[in-house]
């Protein structure tokens, strides 16, 4: 059964242009920020100022082993909205064009539809992390004087953090497809909401934290597995307590995206299971 | 034995009812038309039928049993609109099908390509072709496997002359080799030409439904001329004749079904002085039949 959905969502998927090109410039777009960042540190570490030798000293180096992991990772995230993107076209095209009716009508369930898209969605999850490992690895190659083994798995943990991180707040884009049915308003919504009204409401509650009695913006549904990824340690180091807080908190936010993720594939079964198509 | 069994299915959109109480059988190898003017539930029938739409009340029935995904995949369907993937060929777009229904192969698909006249486009993409085009690969998605049922929803929208008697063809062929086709259509001409069943709805109630001869035959009409002008006095004392009227064809003269036979009538009129120069029984047609069972 599951090879058969495979195989089928892969028929949907393998000829279509615009599915291959998003993934690419999201293949693009990792290599090309964390080579933009590395570059920008490597010149100020290496220039002649006194700054710049500060920081190295301070720092060390955020793309070397085991840091890469951890580095890559925070910064790959914020391209997260691309393979978002690419969700949200793959499942708007199937009520734009009503091939999901023609599916259930040649003799799909209603879930296994709805399962055909979670196994897309994993897919995509499993290609983007791919991407991002390779990138991680290959700047920490560069970037490490002297590797050992030790050292090349100590930050490993961070490969299925941002697994998770991508996969439910891929999760979370899938539902607002599945919701709102057309695509430009479905990517209006979603770059109004992550960008823009999220990022208040995370402001809003964290000056409310006090008075609220807790930073509920904590369960926002893109904050809740942003703090998988908290800032790297180069970066934490200008706040060490709020970076301890952020590290502290990886494992809560693990329970957190789990809940959420699973609560949004639940559901998305229910209401496709309930409407008429 | 029935392939399909509507057991007093209701559907509403809000306030709009759209199906009221319908009940249907569909016999095994009948050609099965459903007609209604638009809005009638011939639509909101068939996508009940395929599981798209929910049925607030009743229930239904494929080859005498509960429905299930898995009679979904013995029958070919075209419901409303041809559904295919847009970026993808006809190839593609087939083999979606086959994957997902498990009737047909690769070299089926080449055969219902051709037999839809879409071999030379196969290649193409979906998103390039025609309205017709788009209809008869939607067409031939539903003949993969050779399912030994067939739901149509208007399976001539779009096409030329020559397609639709194409289809028409096509659909005589596959009721000629025992399958079982429910058509619903706005072309009452094809239908009266293809289906050997109708079922007839208006505002979601069924208002007729049977053997399309039972259907249309509940009165028979039998057209005569003569040059005496006596004609249609002496009609009015014939026994059994219900009512006359007088058209550019002849006196039109009706009589409930099996009443009436034209050897009778023409020795009525002979023995009575009249000599009829011309005597013919007029068939109904369905589109008659059909304004005269949906007008208010």
């Known amino acids: 059964m599951i090879k058969n959905i495979f195989q089928t969502e892969w028929l949907k998927v393998k000829h279509y242009r615009a599915f291959w090109v998003l993934l690419s410039i999201t293949a693009i777009s990792f290599p090309g920020v964390n080579a933009i960042a590395y570059f920008a540190f490597k010149n100020a570490a290496e220039g002649p100022s006194q700054g710049g030798q500060l920081m190295k000293m301070l720092l060390g180096n955020p793309f070397a082993f085991p840091q890469t992991f951890h580095t890559t990772a925070y910064l790959s995230s914020f391209f997260a909205f691309i393979p978002a993107v690419v969700v949200i076209m793959l499942i708007t095209n199937e009520f734009q064009f009503k091939t999901h009716r023609q599916n259930i009508i040649d003799g799909w369930q209603k879930s296994t539809f709805i399962w055909g898209k979670f196994i897309g969605v994993l897919f995509i999850t499993l290609l983007v992390t791919i991407f991002y490992v390779a990138v991680a690895s290959t700047l920490g190659f560069i970037a490490t004087k002297e590797i050992n083994g030790a050292v090349l798995d100590e930050k490993a943990n961070f490969i299925p953090l941002f697994s998770l991180q991508l996969f439910s707040q891929l999760s979370v884009a899938f539902l607002l497809g599945l919701l709102i049915r057309k695509a430009f308003i479905a990517y209006g919504i979603f770059i109004f909401y992550t960008f823009i009204v999220e990022n208040i409401l995370v402001g809003i509650f964290k000056l409310k934290a006090k008075t609220l009695g807790y930073d509920y913006g904590h369960f926002l549904p893109f904050e809740i597995s942003d703090r998988l990824i908290p800032v790297p340690p180069a970066i934490g180091k200008f706040n060490e307590v709020d970076y301890k807080m952020a590290m502290a908190s990886i494992e809560q936010h693990v329970y957190y995206s789990l809940i959420l993720t699973i609560l949004v594939w639940f559901m998305a079964f229910y209401i496709y299971k309930k409407r008429d198509l | ?296």
């Open chain 2, 1 to 296: 034995m029935s392939v399909l069994s509507i057991n007093h299915i209701s559907k509403s959109y809000g306030k709009i009812k759209a199906l009221d109480d319908l009940s249907l059988h569909v016999p095994e190898g009948s050609v099965f038309g459903i007609l209604g003017p638009n809005g009638s539930g011939k639509t909101t029938t068939l996508s009940i039928i395929l599981d798209v739409l929910q049925a607030d009340q009743g229930s239904y029935n494929w080859f005498g049993e509960t429905p299930t995904y898995l009679h979904r995949r013995r029958i070919g369907s075209l419901l409303e609109t041809p559904n295919l993937y847009h970026y993808l060929t006809a190839v593609q777009n087939l083999r979606i099908t086959c994957s997902i229904s498990g009737r047909g192969s690769e070299a089926d698909i080449h055969r219902v390509l051709k037999m839809v006249n879409l071999d030379e486009r196969k290649n193409h993409r979906f998103s390039t072709y025609s309205l017709g085009m788009k209809q008869r690969l939607a067409i031939g998605a539903a003949l993969l496997g050779d399912p030994k049922v067939l739901v149509l929803d208007e399976p001539t929208n779009g096409l030329d002359p020559v397609g639709i008697a194409e289809i028409r063809e096509l659909v005589k062929d596959l009721a000629k080799s025992g399958h079982t086709v429910i058509m619903a259509s706005h072309l009452l001409d094809e239908v009266e030409k293809v289906c050997d069943h109708v079922a007839i709805l208006k505002r979601g109630k069924l208002i007729a439904s049977g053997a399309v001869d039972a259907v249309l035959s509940d009165e028979e009409c039998l057209i005569l001329n003569a040059a005496d002008n006596q004609l249609i006095e002496l009609m009015q004392g014939y026994k059994d004749i219900s009512r006359m009227v007088d058209t550019p064809e002849g006196i039109a003269c009706f009589f409930d079904k099996g009443k009436v036979s034209a050897a009778d009538v023409n020795a009525y009129c002979f023995n009575n002085g009249i000599v009829l120069s011309h005597i013919t029984m007029k068939k109904k047609r369905l589109e008659e039949k059909f304004f005269e069972l949906t007008n208010e």
